[in-house]
């Protein structure tokens, strides 16, 4: 038996909207085993089914599902093995992946998240598919509730997006417009029967409390279609905000494809300075969630008083040999995890794109080796050590295996690393031949911005 009719359409039209099947021919479905996630399943399921009857069985994408067994339960490995049997013979491919690392004792849901999604889109990348969540309606109207009592701006209250990009990943969230019930109703439909994961109903987590006092909301008056608007109007403002800060001048700001920035003096007494720096944030961030609004009205008061200051795992400092500029570069001194990358694709620091033809391990320069690699490059020796911390925090791409090395795309410092050449900026024009964005050639490396982080 198939989901509702109606659910299939509304589910066919987003597809559409995506540009699927045309715009990939891979599909990455994140699965809990919950009702959500089936609920996706099943419209997938449905939805390929439809385009096999319309003749269009060259345009079928390959669908694979990934279970991840967080280890936060002593029954979760026995569920994920349960839910890949469950999906295998329903015709899906699917594949369990555990957590090896030990959870916290505090901030155990943002330790699952991030492993989770460093798995998902791994895998994404291994396969060049698209990534598929099932977050739904109720999801998006907590998100807005929690967000809201953060005090979050407007770019917070916009909430989640369709889509997006994220960590180097294209990430669909098709069924944004989808209840919970409906996505249960389309499991059910599937012959599919979910597992039951307890924290889901523990209130000592934020989203279980949001769920028990949606009612006691609701009759102070708040209702799901109040936030429901909310999100939707916050969207259409940020989209516009963007829309002219992009047309912002550079000589008042730029990112730069080695991953910092640069801001005029001027700036700081703008009235359009908390949407600047927040732009900014938005490419040189790693932190997932926009900054407030308050933290952006802390850091203008100590730029405007000649002070410095680190914000959003960010550095902003003025340049020694322009004091009409801020340099904006990733904190060096933060613990940057190295990362392994078996297949040589990956995600550096969450905001490099790694693409390298053998296995290969990626590290922080640190400073100790910019100050190797700064005795070779004459045209940075000279280099006011602002700018020089900027170096600290780029990916090194360390190949042992000395067969595979290709020193003549890079520095070779005897070492068994790479670091990636300086050379070979583009530069991408937008319709006004106006600079739209820079990218930096290095060999196996490059920039993309944290912006593909936030949702």
Known sequence: MKPNPDLCRRFARVMAERQLPQSSRAIMLAVSGGADSLGLVALIQSWRHALAASHHQNDIPLVRAIIIDHGLR???????????????????????????????????????????????????????????????????????????????????????????GYLGV??????????????????????????????????????????????????????????????????????????????????????HPLGFAAMAKDVISMQGFTLIASHILRHMSVKPYPVSDQALAILRDRLHAGGEATLGGCEWRWHTQNPDQIIICREPEANIPAINLPSGQGVFDNRWRISYPHSVQVEAIGAERFAKIRTILSDVQDWPQVMARIFWSLPVLIDTDTKNLDVKHGLDLDEGFIFPHLKDIDIVYDSNNKPDMLEKRFYGARFYGARFLWA
């Not at 609701?218 to 429901?228: E, H, M």
């Open 74 to 164: 002593a029954e979760a490995a026995a569920e994920a093995k349960y839910v890949e049997n469950m999906l295998v013979s329903a015709g899906i491919t699917a594949r369990r992946v555990a957590i090896p690392d030990k959870p916290p004792t505090h901030g155990v849901s943002e330790w699952a998240r991030q492993h989770r999604y460093q798995c998902l889109t791994a895998e994404a990348m291994k396969h060049d598919a698209v990534l598929m969540t099932a977050h739904h309606l109720d999801d998006q109207l907590e998100t807005v509730e929690m967000r809201l009592a953060k005090g979050s701006g407007l770019r917070g209250l916009a909430a989640m997006k369709t889509e997006t």
């Open 170 to 255: 294209r990430l669909i969230r098709p069924c944004l417009n989808f209840t919970k019930s409906e996505l249960a109703e389309a499991a059910e439909a599937a012959g599919f029967t979910p597992v039951v994961d307890p924290t889901n109903l523990d209130e000592r987590y934020q989203r279980p409390r949001l769920r028990a006092d949606r009612h006691a909301r609701a009759k102070s008056g708040v209702s799901d279609q109040q936030l429901a608007k909310l999100s939707q109007l916050s969207s259409r403002l940020i989209k516009q905000i963007d829309v002219a800060v992009n047309a912002t001048s550079p000589s008042q700001f730029s990112i």
